[in-house]
């Protein structure tokens, strides 16, 4: 498929039309059942979003990135995965975070503050959310060369933005994984804005897929609103990165139906007749309809899918929100392996100064 | 007279430099259609056009080293960069290149630009939205660093800091982007490079603050007040150079000092204004010199960042302990 899919000609994998229609002799191993359940992930990390920007509304919930639009790639390509590879998110990658195994109270917990939500399990090999743009490709770069060395058969894979590839980190990432033919996915996430500047101002390169090209490796384009093109390019370039092949970047053309973030107003920068031609490719719908083709989905079943989500994300936000709030110690704790006498000193101090305050 | 909070004081500032010399550019990222993510630039594009006031890819060393090149080559531009925390990867050309053009070329070259940057913490953002890195560029010999705490002060240094022949970097404090508003005026005026202000007179003891920190030193000095306590209260303005003369001339009235830096503590700005005190003013002082700072630590998201950030209660400990000695 990446090879059949070529960039500079501007193909783009889709294999879930926005119509409801699937491209069966495109289609990846994958049964209507399946797409089913990964559907109601993708419903799933919608309504995941809406309440965590309903939280943020409301003041009960810090700057928040939202993933409306998104979800259906974040779920394909997070699905292909293995259960060793290792993710390095970006700040939009909510779908990703909850595919991967992170709980959702732990996701809440951090955009709510609270930097414990950013010690995933131990058994989750996701990385804490990369604030800083662009930066993070060169990890993912450096943990699949770990791998390699290490004779570890799994992949690595980095989720960023349109933005990011302005970086220079980026094209740093690209060309060692180029040069060393490492097991890393760069899955970028082309959702048309960084905040206000629109993709054709970002690079004057026609795909951001094709920028693979000069670094020696392939690339592909896919429809990032078709959870089955993602799933599809995601799971062939891991088999790729898995039997020596080296790396892929997959460019998901998406769009962000959303702000930036909380603190953001894109009605300065877009226009609403943009965002209602984009609702069109809404990656909800399209599953929706196929789905109901098959006779898999209905209003009926959807109702009841809803009623179960929202108990399940009220638990979470519940558990998040009765927390006992970290303890002052948890600033020092972390800033190295062993508490330098200094910090000790510093935080000695402060509770001290805690203590009069309450007397 | 027009009353502005520091946005719209910057945002003034600005725009008249713009107008008074067309060499002066803007570029960054979201500084033109959507005027700054704090609206610092709102308005300029559309009033000076794509060419003036530039958006750029995302891309800070990108950026940076770009406005370095124009500044060679004689134009004058204000460059953005988003947040405080970014500026880790323009780094490499600030301090390699910027700030050692004028000394590699020995004069031949010069990189007059301003580099812009929200500063700080106390809103409650994401992480790298909130750090104190001046000392990183006080610690760079040949870049000077800036940082108003009041909307009059902010439009006349960041005129004066476009008309500098040095590199600059103009650090905002975003903690009071838009708590203080004050009379400034439409009229033409600078606030020199490296001069500190004496906003509150006092015999006891000398509190020396800069940024969002001299709102918080302001109101520890009244509390201290009525607890009979007359603190002198200094707002650093520039941090490199730094205006010695003001400190010192204060430190030796009163005999007394501390230094409030949100920054954390070690090879902070204080240690500097400390060790300078002790060095040239030893025997004027009736206590050793208090630091007020953050910690040696990362600082913390918004569930614990009320405890990293030095409040007036903080500093009013300080005073204590200076006034007891």
């Known amino acids: ?359 | 007279m027009p009353k502005r909070n520091l946005v719209e004081a910057i945002n003034r500032g600005l725009m008249e430099e713009m107008e008074r010399d067309p060499a002066v550019v803007i570029l960054g990222e979201d500084v033109g259609r959507e005027g700054g993510v704090f609206r610092v630039t709102d308005g300029l594009q559309a009033r000076f056009g794509a060419d003036r006031v530039i958006d750029t890819p995302l891309a800070e060393s990108g950026i940076v080293g770009a406005a370095f090149g124009m500044a060679v080559k004689g134009l004058r531009p204000v460059a953005e960069i988003q947040f405080e925390g970014f500026l880790a990867p323009a780094m490499d050309q600030i301090m390699s290149h910027i700030a050692r053009i004028r000394t590699r070329s020995r004069g031949r070259f010069t990189s007059p630009l301003v580099i812009r940057s929200p500063f700080g913490g106390g809103i409650h953002a994401p992480e790298h939205h909130s750090d104190s890195p001046e000392a990183i560029f006080i610690h760079t010999p040949g870049i000077k660093v800036v940082i108003p705490a009041s909307p009059y002060d902010a439009k006349g240094l960041i005129k004066a800091a476009i008309r500098d022949a040095d590199p600059i970097l103009f650090f905002e404090p975003k903690r009071i982007y838009r708590a203080i508003k004050e009379e400034v005026p439409d009229e033409e005026y600078t606030v020199p490079i490296g001069k500190a202000k004496v906003l509150r007179e006092g015999d006891d003891l000398t509190l020396i603050s800069w940024g969002a920190m001299v709102r918080e030193t302001l109101r520890a000095a009244e509390m201290a007040e009525k607890e009979g306590v007359k603190a002198e209260v200094i707002d650093l303005r520039t941090l490199s150079p730094l205006d010695e003369e003001t400190f010192l001339i204060s430190v030796r009235k009163t005999g007394r000092a501390v230094i409030v830096q949100e920054a954390p503590r070690t090879c902070g700005l204080g240690a500097e204004i400390s060790a300078r005190i002790q060095e040239t003013s030893l025997l004027s002082l009736e206590a050793p010199v208090e630091r007020i700072t953050g910690f040696d630590t990362i600082v913390p998201l918004l569930k614990l960042e009320n405890h990293y950030l030095p409040t007036p209660e903080r500093i009013v400990r300080g005073i204590r302990k200076v006034m007891a000695f």
Not at chain 1, 74 to 103: C, H, I, N
């Open chain 1, 1 to 359: 498929m990446i090879e059949r899919f070529d960039p500079l000609k501007g193909e783009m994998l889709r294999i879930l039309h926005p119509d409801g229609r699937l491209e069966e002799d495109l289609r990846p191993g994958l049964s209507d059942e399946s797409i089913r359940d990964l559907f109601q992930e993708v419903l799933f990390i919608r309504m995941l979003d809406q309440k965590a920007l309903s939280l943020q509304r409301q003041g009960r919930m810090g700057t928040y990135a939202p993933v409306q639009g998104q979800e259906a790639g974040q779920v394909g390509s997070a699905f292909a995965l293995g259960k060793g590879d290792w993710v390095f998110p970006s700040f939009r990658e909510t779908g990703v975070l909850y595919m991967r195994g992170v709980p959702v109270r732990d996701i809440l917990l951090y955009w709510m503050g609270d930097e414990r939500g950013a010690k995933v399990p131990e058994d989750v090999f996701v990385f804490p959310i990369s604030v800083p743009v662009g930066t993070h490709p060169l990890h993912a770069v450096g943990a699949a060369w770990a791998a390699k060395l290490q004779k570890e058969n799994i992949c690595t894979i980095v989720y960023f933005g349109d933005g990011a590839t302005s970086e220079g980190d980026f094209h740093e990432a690209m060309n060692f994984a180029g040069v060393f033919q490492l097991p890393v996915i760069f899955f970028c996430q082309n959702n048309q804005y960084a905040i206000s500047l629109p993709r054709k101002k970002q690079t004057a390169s026609k795909t951001i897929a094709q920028k693979a090209i000069a670094y020696g490796f392939g690339g592909i384009q896919v429809d990032g609103n078709d959870l089955l093109a993602a799933y599809a390019a995601a799971r062939e370039a891991r088999e790729k990165a898995l039997s020596g092949g080296g790396p892929t970047l997959i460019e998901a053309v998406t769009y962000r139906f959303g702000p930036h973030t909380t603190a953001d107003d894109p009605t300065k920068y877009r226009k609403e007749e943009e965002i209602e031609e984009w609702k069109g490719l809404d990656p909800v719908i399209r599953l929706q309809k196929y789905l109901a083709g098959k006779g898999l989905w209905d209003e009926g079943l959807e109702r009841k899918f809803r009623g179960e989500a929202e108990e399940k994300i009220n638990r979470a936000v519940q558990e998040a929100e009765t927390i006992s709030p970290p303890p002052v110690e948890d600033i020092f704790r972390y800033t190295y392996s062993q508490m330098t006498p200094v910090l000790k000193e510093q935080l000695t101090d402060y509770q001290a100064f805690l203590k009069e305050k309450e007397s």
